[in-house]
């Protein structure tokens, strides 16, 4: 089974390894993993587990960290495939044959209908038993089984262990299970039927294990451990790269002082660069300037438009010896260059169709004498669609400055259907309908024609400048038939990642590795809670980053309104954010006229937080409420904001969107989709809007704040607004935590913190909402001087008796301050 993926120029983990890998899990007691689970729910982390550290002292070390921690990973996959089914579909089959092989293994072959082929897919993990499984009756004999593949409509050949089950991770030891020598027998019977349950796919982190188990064999696999990188200054500078000047100047006067930073970084050819993007600095248009540098520089020791730049050279030889080394070197400049009878063939000289896209296919001048492979990843595939989408709408740059569309493709599943043009399955059926028509009505066999589209395949990787993946879809065996290696990775949101998925793209022997993400944005999602109080969730770039490693940090943002802009910079990043050019006007609104509608405005609700039957999740029916009736007065009085596109109610809690979906439903109609966007944190990530409305839902008194707490959540809900961020949420339940502390006490200090009590109607009252209009500054001023005026009038007239009326009249003005010229406290 070729699950590993490895392009050539890295070593591909040997079957051993995976066997291994599939040996342990397959040996599991599924029955004692749910017990197991059950009983350890919030219980300290499993003994023998070492704690993720930022620098290893070799692979070994590495691994006996990480292997671990990837199997109760495994473990909380397996118990969770089972949770999120509440009524799992079971299927009968019957056994065809079972055969040994030299591993140790059982290969199965499965007869079963053909509705359950389509089903279940290759590494795909079932549950085989003798007796259904139902709660009220267990199965006495049971095993777990691999899907290697599919065989024909109704056949699935699986893979089994069943020699003993793996207790001890370390040794690799089996113990004696009669439950799996009850199901040898039952396999060696003809013609035993079976049930099977479909527990999860393992694909993903099958794909993981591979790569991490080739650690040993990457190129820079002591900076990988070290997390440090021991060579000098002198030595990239040796191998850095230039590009032409009309690009230099074009990324010069496009890119900030941050950008141009990391990409000049990225020029120094440093095997590993890591950039930091915070919220609004133009990650995605940094890694778009980095693909147009990249693919277009030269290394500074070669020709370059016509020019020779310095390098160190040894004593001339005499022309006599020159001709000598020529001849040996080039035979063929006494005869015929076999390489002019190789005619180009599909090169850089066009592009991929791109639907609506005007821009114009690269030309390739003849100075360019090697183009760059670059392989861009993205832990999930809307994170991945976003970086394509933005390519095939900008383009990028070449060496002359002129706007092109490079070859790329978007391998994977579930591409969005604005990128389909570029996406594989897409790019395949258009170079077989292209295939020469009078084969049209030649009939093809099933295999020529998967033959056929393999090879359409691996051309159109080779041929691609610029490949997309996820990380995991870069681990498949599509990429094994590659001609070319990938010279470069980029991993965008790489802070999202656990470590064993950030490698799967770095086994295909790439010389240089971006990883952009920001590590106090959301983190990576790590199922069992054993393996996260280890460490295991912690990213490769922030275990560089703790480890003191040099990160670019892009400082410029151009998203948030100064107000939002302020807490998060001072907060999470060093106060080291700086504001792009007219920021403050360009994210001024309407409803700014309202204090409580303002840049940033905390709502204190004590609010009764509850927790729905048999859920982890939290709801706040108070909030609710509250948010229901803050929404109707902004689109009252602001209808441009009744669109997705202007306003968003953002939660933690799944629940709690839940709720917020349904009341919008009840209150707007089957349509309120359309006018509000509503999800989790999680949901919002990489995403932005005018006004963004934050329910907290967590109220109570000292019982904490869940995983509200996690500062990352919380920096992301804040910074997705543009220019309204207003939060709803128990001031006094939040300040338990410190992160929400500071964000309570920042409110006060501008005068943004509002109490709200019931009725809650009766705080958007006309006359509740016209005691919040912040007067404007130019009033302000205007106002006073009037007051100073009037004073002055009083002053002059104070012993005329003919304005002894006016003076009586203007008594009051004497005592006048701010607040009774209707201004705020602002």
Same mark, same amino acid.
Request: glycine share 6%; charged share 25%; net charge neutral.
């Given at each position: 089974?070729?699950?590993?993926?490895?392009?050539?120029?890295?070593?591909?983990?040997?079957?051993?390894?995976? $066997?291994?890998?599939?040996?342990?899990?397959?040996?599991?007691?599924?029955?004692?993993?749910?017990?197991?689970?059950?009983?350890?729910?919030?219980?300290?982390?499993?003994?023998?587990?070492?704690?993720?550290?930022?620098?290893?002292?070799?692979?070994?070390?590495?691994?006996?960290?990480?292997?671990?921690?990837?199997?109760?990973?495994?473990?909380?996959?397996?118990?969770?495939?089972?949770?999120?089914?509440?009524?799992?579909?079971?299927?009968?089959?019957?056994?065809?044959?079972?055969?040994?092989?030299?591993?140790?293994?059982?290969?199965?072959?499965?007869?079963?209908?053909?509705?359950?082929?389509?089903?279940?897919?290759?590494?795909?993990?079932?549950?085989?038993?003798?007796?259904?499984?139902?709660?009220?009756?267990?199965?006495?004999?049971?095993?777990?089984?691999?899907?290697?593949?599919?065989?024909?409509?109704?056949?699935?050949?699986?893979?089994?262990?069943?020699?003993?089950?793996?207790?001890?991770?370390?040794?690799?030891?089996?113990?004696?299970?009669?439950?799996?020598?009850?199901?040898?027998?039952?396999?060696?019977?003809?013609?035993?039927?079976?049930?099977?349950?479909?527990?999860?796919?393992?694909?993903?982190?099958?794909?993981?294990?591979?790569?991490?188990?080739?650690?040993?064999?990457?190129?820079?696999?002591?900076?990988?451990?070290?997390?440090?990188?021991?060579?000098?200054?002198?030595?990239?500078?040796?191998?850095?790269?230039?590009?032409?000047?009309?690009?230099?100047?074009?990324?010069?006067?496009?890119?900030?002082?941050?950008?141009?930073?990391?990409?000049?970084?990225?020029?120094?050819?440093?095997?590993?660069?890591?950039?930091?993007?915070?919220?609004?600095?133009?990650?995605?248009?940094?890694?778009?300037?980095?693909?147009?540098?990249?693919?277009?520089?030269?290394?500074?020791?070669?020709?370059?438009?016509?020019?020779?730049?310095?390098?160190?050279?040894?004593?001339?030889?005499?022309?006599?010896?020159?001709?000598?080394?020529?001849?040996?070197?080039?035979?063929?400049?006494?005869?015929?260059?076999?390489?002019?009878?190789?005619?180009?063939?599909?090169?850089?000289?066009?592009?991929?169709?791109?639907?609506?896209?005007?821009?114009?296919?690269?030309?390739?001048?003849?100075?360019?004498?090697?183009?760059?492979?670059?392989?861009?990843?993205?832990?999930?595939?809307?994170?991945?669609?976003?970086?394509?989408?933005?390519?095939?709408?900008?383009?990028?740059?070449?060496?002359?400055?002129?706007?092109?569309? /490079?070859?790329?493709?978007?391998?994977?599943?579930? /591409?969005?259907?604005?990128?389909?043009?570029?996406?594989?399955?897409?790019?395949?059926?258009?170079?077989?309908?292209?295939?020469?028509?009078?084969?049209?009505?030649?009939?093809?066999?099933?295999?020529?024609?998967?033959?056929?589209?393999?090879?359409?395949?691996?051309?159109?990787?080779?041929?691609?400048?610029?490949?997309?993946?996820?990380?995991?879809?870069?681990?498949?065996?599509?990429?094994?038939?590659?001609?070319?290696?990938?010279?470069?990775?980029?991993?965008?949101?790489?802070?999202?990642?656990?470590?064993?998925?950030?490698?799967?793209?770095?086994?295909?022997?790439?010389?240089?590795?971006?990883?952009?993400?920001?590590?106090?944005?959301?983190?990576?999602?790590?199922?069992?809670?054993?393996?996260?109080?280890?460490?295991?969730?912690?990213?490769?770039?922030?275990?560089?980053?703790?480890?003191?490693?040099?990160?670019?940090?892009?400082?410029?943002?151009?998203?948030?309104?100064?107000?939002?802009?302020?807490? /998060?910079?001072?907060?999470?990043?060093?106060?080291?954010?700086?504001?792009?050019?007219?920021?403050?006007?360009?994210?001024?609104?309407?409803?700014?006229?309202?204090?409580?509608?303002?840049?940033?405005?905390?709502?204190?609700?004590?609010?009764?937080?509850?927790?729905?039957?048999?859920?982890?999740?939290?709801?706040?029916?108070?909030?609710?409420?509250?948010?229901?009736?803050?929404?109707?007065?902004?689109?009252?009085?602001?209808?441009?904001?009744?669109?997705?596109?202007?306003?968003?109610?953002?939660?933690?809690?799944?629940?709690?969107?839940?709720?917020?979906?349904?009341?919008?439903?009840?209150?707007?109609?089957?349509?309120?989709?359309?006018?509000?966007?509503?999800?989790?944190?999680?949901?919002?990530?990489?995403?932005?809007?005018?006004?963004?409305?934050?329910?907290?839902?967590?109220?109570?008194?000292?019982?904490?704040?869940?995983?509200?707490?996690?500062?990352?959540?919380?920096?992301?809900?804040?910074?997705?607004?543009?220019?309204?961020?207003?939060?709803?949420?128990?001031?006094?339940?939040?300040?338990?935590?410190?992160?929400?502390?500071?964000?309570?006490?920042?409110?006060?200090?501008?005068?943004?913190?509002?109490?709200?009590?019931?009725?809650?109607?009766?705080?958007?009252?006309?006359?509740?909402?016209?005691?919040?209009?912040?007067?404007?500054?130019?009033?302000?001023?205007?106002?006073?001087?009037?007051?100073?005026?009037?004073?002055?009038?009083?002053?002059?007239?104070?012993?005329?008796?003919?304005?002894?009326?006016?003076?009586?009249?203007? $008594?009051?003005?004497?005592?006048?301050?701010?607040?009774?010229?209707?201004?705020?406290?602002?």
């Amino acid at each position: 089974m070729a699950i590993q993926g490895v392009g050539k120029g890295a070593a591909a983990p040997s079957a051993s390894q995976l $066997a291994r890998f599939q040996r342990i899990v397959l040996s599991w007691d599924y029955l004692r993993l749910l017990k197991e689970h059950s009983q350890k729910k919030g219980a300290a982390a499993s003994s023998g587990l070492k704690r993720v550290k930022a620098t290893y002292k070799d692979v070994a070390d590495y691994m006996n960290v990480f292997e671990p921690l990837l199997f109760e990973e495994v473990k909380a996959h397996i118990v969770q495939g089972r949770d999120n089914e509440e009524n799992p579909e079971c299927y009968k089959g019957v056994v065809v044959s079972c055969v040994e092989d030299a591993n140790g293994f059982h290969m199965v072959s499965m007869g079963v209908k053909s509705e359950v082929t389509e089903e279940i897919s290759e590494n795909d993990l079932l549950l085989l038993s003798n007796e259904k499984f139902q709660e009220a009756t267990l199965p006495s004999t049971y095993a777990f089984a691999l899907v290697e593949y599919r065989d024909g409509r109704e056949k699935l050949k699986l893979r089994t262990f069943l020699a003993g089950e793996v207790r001890k991770i370390i040794t690799d030891e089996t113990e004696s299970s009669p439950r799996l020598l009850k199901m040898l027998s039952v396999f060696k019977a003809t013609n035993s039927f079976l049930w099977i349950l479909k527990i999860s796919s393992l694909s993903t982190i099958m794909r993981e294990y591979a790569a991490l188990r080739s650690i040993g064999s990457l190129p820079f696999k002591d900076l990988i451990l070290s997390a440090a990188d021991k060579s000098t200054d002198a030595k990239y500078e040796d191998r850095s790269w230039n590009i032409p000047r009309p690009l230099m100047e074009y990324l010069e006067s496009n890119h900030n002082a941050s950008q141009l930073k990391a990409i000049r970084a990225g020029l120094s050819r440093k095997p590993f660069v890591l950039i930091q993007g915070p919220p609004g600095t133009g990650k995605t248009q940094t890694i778009l300037g980095l693909l147009s540098a990249i693919l277009h520089a030269a290394p500074a020791r070669v020709q370059s438009k016509g020019a020779l730049s310095t390098i160190r050279c040894k004593p001339e030889l005499p022309v006599q010896e020159k001709y000598c080394h020529w001849t040996k070197a080039s035979p063929w400049l006494t005869a015929s260059n076999p390489r002019d009878l190789i005619m180009p063939t599909d090169g850089d000289d066009g592009f991929f169709p791109t639907t609506g896209n005007e821009l114009k296919p690269e030309v390739v001048t003849s100075n360019r004498k090697y183009r760059v492979h670059v392989l861009v990843c993205a832990p999930s595939n809307s994170a991945l669609d976003e970086i394509v989408l933005r390519l095939i709408n900008t383009g990028i740059r070449d060496e002359n400055d002129h706007v092109y569309n /490079p070859k790329i493709v978007r391998i994977g599943l579930k /591409p969005h259907h604005s990128v389909q043009a570029v996406s594989m399955d897409y790019l395949v059926d258009q170079k077989l309908a292209s295939v020469d028509r009078s084969m049209a009505g030649t009939a093809k066999h099933g295999d020529t024609a998967a033959l056929d589209r393999d090879r359409i395949r691996s051309s159109i990787l080779d041929e691609a400048a610029i490949v997309f993946s996820t990380l995991s879809f870069s681990g498949s065996t599509l990429f094994t038939r590659m001609n070319r290696v990938f010279d470069v990775v980029i991993i965008d949101e790489a802070a999202q990642a656990v470590e064993p998925a950030t490698l799967v793209p770095l086994a295909h022997g790439c010389k240089q590795v971006f990883l952009v993400g920001d590590p106090v944005q959301l983190p990576a999602t790590v199922i069992s809670s054993t393996a996260e109080k280890m460490g295991y969730g912690m990213s490769l770039f922030k275990r560089f980053q703790k480890a003191g490693y040099p990160v670019q940090m892009l400082k410029t943002q151009y998203r948030m309104h100064p107000q939002i802009r302020s807490f /998060p910079s001072r907060e999470f990043y060093s106060d080291s954010l700086d504001d792009g050019p007219d920021l403050d006007r360009s994210t001024k609104r309407p409803w700014h006229e309202y204090r409580c509608f303002g840049p940033f405005c905390f709502f204190d609700i004590d609010g009764v937080e509850s927790q729905p039957s048999g859920s982890g999740s939290w709801v706040n029916v108070d909030e609710v409420d509250f948010v229901l009736l803050m929404y109707h007065q902004l689109v009252t009085k602001y209808s441009e904001l009744k669109s997705t596109s202007r306003l968003a109610v953002i939660s933690p809690y799944r629940h709690q969107v839940k709720l917020f979906r349904e009341r919008f439903r009840d209150a707007f109609g089957v349509q309120s989709d359309q006018l509000v966007d509503i999800n989790t944190v999680d949901g919002f990530q990489g995403r932005e809007k005018d006004v963004a409305i934050f329910s907290c839902v967590r109220s109570n008194d000292g019982k904490g704040i869940g995983f509200v707490a996690d500062f990352r959540r919380m920096n992301v809900g804040i910074t997705r607004a543009r220019s309204s961020i207003l939060v709803v949420g128990s001031a006094s339940t939040l300040m338990q935590d410190e992160h929400w502390s500071n964000l309570v006490k920042a409110a006060k200090d501008q005068n943004c913190l509002i109490k709200v009590s019931k009725p809650y109607a009766s705080f958007f009252s006309q006359g509740n909402l016209k005691s919040m209009l912040v007067v404007k500054e130019e009033t302000k001023v205007q106002l006073i001087e009037k007051h100073l005026e009037l004073l002055e009038a009083n002053t002059v007239n104070d012993g005329d008796p003919v304005g002894e009326g006016d003076h009586e009249g203007n $008594a009051d003005d004497d005592n006048m301050d701010v607040d009774d010229m209707g201004f705020d406290e602002d």
